[in-house]
């Protein structure tokens, strides 16, 4: 059980482009969602934290505009990269927590390499 | 603003017990001890967490000091699978942000 997928596993775009990553939750009910961004050989960073149906809080630093997040269902929340440059290009992880009742624990995606030229 | 300090690497012997030791001297009462690790380029995958009691459970045990001001991940048996970084964090009861530092690359070698 727990099980979280995030697709695409890998995306390569243009710079300028947009790129929407999807997070979704396979046997339970997320009522936080949580994206993480990992460069080489750092430790992960969290970016945001998004509740089903409502707006998500971003991290100091994190901009809002450039990171769209929408946490439409209990099982499913996406992340937009807009105009992506070349420092955009890393491994975006998102993690999902039950709700009220449910296990305290983050579960963890697969994750997604973004990788901008 | 590192909570906890965990060694920067260590090796294991395929076959034996690995004890990953972690610092969180400036812990709350309010505040659980988590255990994470991340294979490359995998998301982290959850291990165990406490508050005050030790824990086992069918991956790991986790040994907390009484003062709980340090705790000790105890991979049972390592094999060449559990090679990953671990990652020691303390979270809010309630918060359910993670902060992940640097972890400790540990290395199971046959």
């Known amino acids: 059980g727990a099980v979280v997928s995030q697709h695409p596993s890998w995306v390569i775009c243009k710079s300028g482009t947009s790129v929407k990553i999807e997070c979704r939750s396979l046997?339970?009910?997320?009522?936080?969602m949580f994206w993480y961004r990992q460069f080489p050989k750092q430790s992960l960073m969290l970016m945001a934290t998004?509740?089903?149906?409502?707006?998500?809080?971003?991290e100091q630093g994190v901009e809002k505009d450039k990171f769209l997040i929408n946490h439409a269902s209990l099982t499913l929340s996406t992340l937009t990269v807009t105009s992506a440059h070349p420092e955009d290009s890393s491994f975006y992880i998102c993690?999902?927590?039950?709700?009220?009742?449910?296990?305290?624990?983050?579960?963890f995606g697969p994750g997604t390499r973004l990788t901008v030229l | 603003d590192a909570k906890t300090t965990q060694p920067t690497s260590m090796d294991c012997a395929e076959g034996r017990a690995a004890n990953l030791p972690c610092n969180h001297s400036?812990?709350?009462?309010?505040?659980?001890v988590y255990w994470y690790r991340q294979i490359h380029s995998q998301g982290p995958q959850y291990i165990i967490h406490?508050?005050?009691n030790n824990e086992t459970n069918e991956m790991a045990s986790l040994i907390i000091t009484e003062d709980r001001k340090s705790s000790t991940l105890i991979l049972p048996h390592a094999t060449l699978r559990d090679t990953a970084v671990y990652y020691c964090?303390?979270?809010?009861?309630?918060?359910?942000?993670?902060?992940f530092g640097a972890g400790t690359t540990v290395t199971v070698r046959a």
């Open positions: 406490g508050l005050k």
């Open positions: 046997d339970f009910q997320a009522t936080t």
């Open positions: 993690s999902a927590k039950g709700g009220a009742g449910g296990r305290d624990e983050q579960f």
């Open positions: 998004s509740n089903e149906g409502s707006k998500a809080t971003y």
């Open positions: 964090i303390v979270r809010v009861i309630n918060d359910y942000k993670l902060s």
């Open positions: 400036t812990i709350s009462g309010n505040e659980y």
